[in-house]
């Protein structure tokens, strides 16, 4: 089955896809196609498989933990008070994450709801051009994130 997220695994690696923030040891860092909530973003696995349980445990481990460094990034650049994450392919049936900000200043009604139950019909889509500097932030603190962890040794690992 060739889904959407397989295109857009393939157009990364290409180096085509304008929406790639940056490649993470398990796949792909990505801005979502609208924007409702600034920052959000999704993480694509490379190579692309069905779901989660196709992968091996080291492989699951290493996609979720590039899934929380996303959401960590996003925190750390948003100003998001909270994440939520979502592996869902209902509808792209290939695994996919999606990463979500949440902010303090959603209306009410939405923040304490799934994101879902926002409209996405009318949800801004994403411009590259004024989301440049996001992105770039994004990989920035990302890959800074990746350097610290590289750079231990498995000796200052808390439960080594």
């Keep these: 089955m060739f889904t959407l997220i397989h295109r857009r695994v393939e157009e990364a690696r290409q180096g085509i896809n304008p929406a790639v923030i940056c490649r ?5 860092v990505v801005l979502g196609d ?4 600034p920052g959000y973003s999704l993480l694509l696995p490379d190579p692309v498989v069905p779901s989660l349980n196709a992968l091996t445990m080291e492989q699951r481990a290493n996609f979720l933990q590039d899934m929380t460094v996303l959401g960590d990034a996003l925190l750390e650049v948003t100003g998001a008070v909270r994440i939520n994450y979502e592996i869902l392919g209902n509808r792209e049936a290939a695994l996919h994450a999606h990463v979500f900000p949440r ?3 959603e209306p009410e009604e939405q923040r304490r709801k799934p994101v879902w139950f926002y409209d996405w019909a009318s949800a801004p889509p994403l411009d ?5 500097q996001l992105m770039r932030n994004i990989a920035a603190s990302i ?5 610290m962890e590289a750079g231990r040794s498995p000796s200052t690992h808390p439960h080594a």
């Design 24 to 28: 993470v040891p398990s796949g792909w």
């Design 34 to 37: 609208v924007q409702f909530l």
């Design 103 to 105: 902010f303090a200043i």
């Design 128 to 132: 590259l051009k004024r989301e440049q």
């Design 143 to 147: 890959q800074q994130r990746q350097k």
